[in-house]
C-alpha cells in the first residue's frame, strides 16, 4: 500500500523552527520528486518547495526562499522540510505529495499524497 506520512508540525512561536517529516511506504523515493505544499484556511493549496529525483532541481517560492529547505534521505525513504524562522503567515496544514521524477508547481500532477501536518505559529 502507498502511503506518505508526514510528522513534524506543532505551535511554535514567531522567529521559531521546525523541522517536518514526509516519511513514504509501499515505493521507493529515488525516482520521485517530492513537494511540499500549504493550506491555510480558506486558501489555496500551495507549493512550498519541491525536490527531483536526482536531487538536481530544487524549489521555493519567493515567499519562503531563504527559510525552507527541503532534503530527502532515499536510505531511510524520507524527505524533510526545515522551517526557520517561522511567521504568522506560514501557519497551515503542510502536505508531502510524490511524482515521477521532476517537479511541478501543479498539485493537480501529483499521483500520492499525505494526510498532512498542522503547522501553528503564535505567540
Known amino acids: 500500500q502507498v502511503q506518505l506520512v508526514e510528522s513534524g508540525g506543532g505551535l511554535v512561536q514567531p522567529g521559531g523552527s521546525l523541522s517536518l517529516s514526509c516519511a513514504a511506504s509501499?515505493?521507493?523515493?529515488?525516482?520521485?520528486?517530492i513537494g511540499w505544499f500549504r493550506q491555510a484556511p480558506g486558501k489555496e493549496r500551495e507549493a512550498v518547495s519541491c525536490?527531483?529525483?536526482?536531487?538536481?532541481?530544487?524549489y521555493y517560492p519567493h515567499s519562503v526562499k531563504g527559510r525552507f529547505t527541503i532534503s530527502r534521505d532515499n536510505a531511510k525513504n524520507t524527505v524533510y522540510l526545515q522551517i526557520n524562522s517561522l511567521k504568522p503567515e506560514d501557519t497551515a496544514v503542510y502536505y508531502c505529495?510524490?511524482?515521477?521524477?521532476?517537479?511541478?508547481?501543479?498539485?493537480?500532477?501529483?499521483?500520492?499524497w499525505g494526510q498532512g501536518t498542522q503547522v501553528t505559529v503564535s505567540s
Open positions: 509501499g515505493f521507493t523515493l529515488d525516482d520521485y520528486a
Open positions: 505529495a510524490a511524482r515521477y521524477f521532476y517537479c511541478s508547481g501543479s498539485n493537480r500532477e501529483y499521483d500520492y
Open positions: 525536490m527531483s529525483a536526482t536531487d538536481v532541481r530544487t
